[in-house]
């Protein structure tokens, strides 16, 4: 049975899409194994200001986060024979159904940031795929990977630095 998700996707968009060739065909030198890809990963959270609401959506603006994902080839390590790095950014709202379910262990912060990387590596999955295919690399996508179990490490700053201009933290994932 399907059933409305507690985390709710207001908006996404691309920061940066960059898939490139190396130029050297000794930096060609690439990995398709998932175990042995390195992804480097730039993570972020950050709670929206509040905006004046009465009713069913005042929960929901009160816990509306701001998730960004980066993520890119490891320098020297194309993927598949790409280059690549590509970040995405996302508003997502934990609903008043959220609050309403004693089930849920997780802090609406914590639900939002899981779900958030979910949903924007989704999509950098997707635009990844295409421009390869658009290059002359049809069937090449980026592997699976599970969010599930993340926590945000440190909270931004107001006003903190564009993620597209951020270098990209080192970091794994599990895949799944």
């Known amino acids: 049975?399907?059933?409305?998700?507690?985390?709710?996707?207001?908006?996404?968009q691309p920061l940066k899409l960059c898939v490139e060739l190396p130029i050297a065909a000794q930096d060609r030198v690439s990995t398709h194994d998932p175990r042995e890809l390195g992804l480097e990963f730039y993570k972020q959270i950050q709670l929206l200001e509040p905006q004046d609401t009465q009713?069913?959506?005042?929960?929901?603006?009160?816990?509306?986060?701001?998730?960004?994902?980066?993520?890119?080839?490891?320098?020297?390590?194309?993927?598949?024979?790409?280059?690549?790095e590509m970040?995405?950014?996302g508003q997502f709202a934990c609903t008043e159904r959220f609050a309403n379910n004693p089930h849920h262990t997780l802090r609406p912060e914590q639900m939002a940031y899981q779900h958030?990387?979910?949903?924007?590596?989704?999509?950098i999955r997707e635009s990844f795929a295409t421009m390869a295919a658009r290059m002359g690399y049809p069937q090449v996508c980026l592997p699976l990977l599970n969010f599930m179990g993340e926590t945000p490490t440190e909270r931004a700053a107001p006003n903190a630095q564009d993620p597209s201009s951020v270098q990209a933290q080192q970091g794994t994932s599990s895949s799944g």
């Open 55 to 84: 009713g069913e959506d005042a929960f929901a603006m009160a816990h509306t986060y701001q998730v960004s994902l980066g993520v890119r080839s490891p320098m020297g390590r194309p993927y598949a024979g790409l280059n690549f």
């Open 116 to 123: 958030g990387l979910s949903v924007l590596y989704g999509a």
């Open 1 to 12: 049975m399907s059933q409305l998700s507690p985390i709710q996707l207001l908006a996404c």
């Open 87 to 89: 970040v995405y950014s």
